[in-house]
């Protein structure tokens, strides 16, 4: 008994072992995050939103920014700058 316990809890760690190692990518960004990433304010997100065309998907009231969204604008943003 005292092994089949031994053997699950090693099956345990080794599980939570790959979900640590398993990182998963967002689909969509918040404000904040976008800003993080980003390394600018709230604010300056928010102007880039509706001065400068970033792409942005509402749900109520929550604004979201599509990660893939995100890095097609900053590349067509390089290639015009």
Do not use: C, D, N
């Not at 092994?3 to 640590?20: I, N």
């Not at 904040?32 to 880039?48: H, Q, T």
């Not at 604004?63 to 604008?73: G, H, K, P, T």
């Amino acid at each position: 008994m005292e092994r089949k316990a031994s053997v699950q809890a090693g099956v345990k760690a080794e599980m939570v072992k790959h979900k640590l190692e398993v990182a998963v990518q967002p689909l969509l960004l918040s404000i904040p995050e976008v800003a993080l990433s980003l390394r600018l304010s709230r604010a300056k997100v928010y102007r880039l939103i509706y001065y400068e065309g970033l792409p942005v998907v509402h749900f109520g009231r929550s604004s979201r920014v599509s990660v893939l969204a995100l890095q097609e604008w900053l590349e067509r943003r390089e290639k015009t700058a």
